[in-house]
């Protein structure tokens, strides 16, 4: 099959820097940021320029505090033809925010976001895949702030985050939202999450392809796939005082990714989460 038959897949990135993550939450304040070398800008640049190579398009969900310091960055994306999503401004859990705060922090997000762009924003996506049964107001605040859909789930059960026992598959939300969940698959009474990050890196490339293709060649929806700028930048500063578990985690197989992110994409073809998913959540 030549990759113009394939079926076409949604491609996402949170732009979000090294240092924002929330494996280092604990050894990087948030008061600190603007004293850390920033790396997202040049990082992101990278992977437009990678993503045009391809003729892949993408929606980037952006944070707001990166969108305030680096204008250019969100309309050089905008202006490639990628979707321009929000990922909340300061890359907070949801879990971790009350209601009141949440509503603002996606209001303040996706009015920064459409004016930089002249466009709107559509989309959504939590920090850490953080709306769960604690706090699916959630919801209904993006709903009453403009979104269309989220992307803020993931059906597997992590450490971080997860809801194994909800919808593996886009769907309404009861609050008048489509929820997207990041793709996992059945196997062996387990759910796989084979979406991408941290997974995509420490697997061979060959086991990856393996899964993707069979999700979708099985499954009765797009495939996503997700990943961060930082994970292409094995130049990074390191974060010392951290501990070995999130250290294993955030650096592992830092100097692959770039080489399997250019294999996914000459394999698979790839559109915005928007373009994908039209045909049911935008009108």
């Known amino acids: 099959m030549s990759i113009k038959q394939k079926p076409i897949s949604a491609l996402t990135v949170d732009v979000e820097d090294y240092f924002h993550v929330a494996a280092f939450e604990k050894n990087i304040k948030a008061s600190d940021w603007d004293k850390m070398p920033v790396r997202v800008f040049d990082n992101t640049t990278r992977l437009l320029d990678l993503f045009d190579q391809h003729d892949a398009k993408a929606t980037f969900f952006l944070l707001g505090w990166v969108a305030e310091r680096y204008p250019d960055l969100v309309k050089d994306i905008h202006s490639r033809g990628h979707e321009v999503a929000s990922h909340g401004f300061n890359h907070v859990k949801a879990t971790k925010q009350s209601r009141s705060e ?8 996706k009015s920064l976001l459409e004016d930089l762009t002249g466009a709107a924003v559509v989309g959504y996506r939590a920090p850490s895949f953080s709306i769960d049964k604690t706090n699916e107001w959630a919801f209904e605040e993006l709903q009453k702030a ?30 008048g939202i489509w929820e997207c969940p990041m793709p996992i698959l059945n196997m062996a009474g387990k759910q796989w999450p084979v979406a991408g990050g941290g997974y995509f890196r420490l697997m061979p490339y060959w086991l990856s392809k393996r899964l993707i293709s069979r999700y979708i060649k099985t499954t009765d929806s797009p495939y996503m796939f997700y ?11 390191r974060i010392a005082n951290a ?41």
């Open 243 to 283: 501990s070995f578990k999130s250290k294993f985690r955030h650096y592992v197989n830092l100097n692959r990714m770039e080489h399997k992110v250019s294999a996914l994409l000459m394999d698979y073809r790839w559109q915005s989460l928007q373009q994908v998913y039209a045909d049911n959540f935008i009108r």
């Open 227 to 237: 990943f961060h700028p930082w994970e292409i930048d094995p130049n990074q500063p």
């Open 102 to 109: 949440f509503a603002k922090d996606v209001r303040d997000t």
């Open 146 to 175: 403009g979104y269309q859909y989220s992307s803020s789930t993931y059906p597997v059960k992590h450490d971080l985050y997860g809801t194994p026992d909800w919808p593996q598959l886009p769907y309404m939300r009861p609050e």
